[in-house]
T-cell receptor
Framework: SQTIHQWPATLVQPVGSPLSLECTVE??????LYWYRQAAGRGLQLLFYSVGIGQISSEVPQNLSASRPQDRQFILSSKKLLLSDSGFYLC?????????????FGDGTRLSIL | AQKITQTQPGMFVQEKEAVTLDCTYD???????LFWYKQPSSGEMIFLIY??????QNATEGRYSLNFQKARKSANLVISASQLGDSAMYFC???????????????FGKGTKLSVIP
């Protein structure tokens, strides 16, 4: 069966520091991968998605970037964090080119910027 | 543009009773998918149930059923025999194909917080 791992679970970072959140998927090949952000008490905002290695699409302009160095690895990064980057970050995967399929989420990372 | 509306910020239900969480959507695409997710206080998003726009029958998964009314553009989630563990945020979502990217994207509603009372 497929599993998705996301780490760290919690992170506290000072303003201006760099960020790296990692997500890996096991048990499937060539998945679509997604990064979402959820502000407190709000719905999910899609940040980035990827349909293959090195292929990244951004949904909103922001202080963040994403990379997919391997088929089942998705990384969310920032060179300099802002206070507004605080939130709950979720990674998700779905089957590729198979019609309307659910996305399956990791456990998320709670990011607090001080 | 796609839009998902969940009009109930919070709902209360007595344990063992049934509850309906409302979801309406807006799209001009003929093909779409409708999903419900559960988010407990721990934060993970758990996929519950799926309904395709061309599906003739309402989807069911255990105690979850989706009341799909295509003409009204509604996709309400029904939870039967509520349990204390059902207390969580519930999100309705809709998928569409972003043809340029070759990827299906989800649009989420703002969620409904369900509290089950013992």
């Amino acid at each position: 069966s497929q599993t998705i791992h996301q780490w760290p679970a919690t992170l506290v970072q000072p303003v201006g520091s760099p960020l790296s959140l990692e997500c890996t998927v096991e048990g499937t090949s060539n998945p679509n991968l997604y990064w979402y952000r959820q502000a407190a008490g709000r719905g999910l905002q899609l940040l980035f998605y990827s349909v293959g290695i090195g292929q990244i699409s951004s949904e909103v302009p922001q202080n963040l970037s994403a990379s997919r160095p391997q088929d089942r690895q998705f990384i969310l990064s920032s060179k300099k964090l802002l206070l507004s980057d605080s939130g709950f970050y979720l990674c998700a995967w779905s089957m590729q080119d198979t019609g309307h399929q659910p996305q399956h989420f990791g456990d998320g990372t709670r990011l607090s910027i001080l | 543009a796609q839009k998902i509306t969940q009009t109930q910020p919070g709902m209360f239900v007595q344990e063992k009773e049934a509850v309906t969480l409302d979801c309406t959507y807006d799209t001009s695409d003929p093909s779409y998918g409708l999903f419900w997710y559960k988010q407990p206080s721990s934060g993970e998003m758990i996929f519950l149930i799926y309904q395709g726009s061309y599906d003739q029958q309402n989807a069911t998964e255990g105690r979850y059923s989706l009341n799909f009314q295509k003409a009204r553009k509604s996709a309400n989630l029904v939870i039967s025999a509520s349990q204390l563990g059902d207390s969580a945020m519930y999100f309705c979502a809709m998928s569409r194909l972003y043809s340029g990217a070759g990827s299906y994207q989800l649009t989420f509603g703002k969620g409904t917080k369900l509290s089950v009372i013992p």
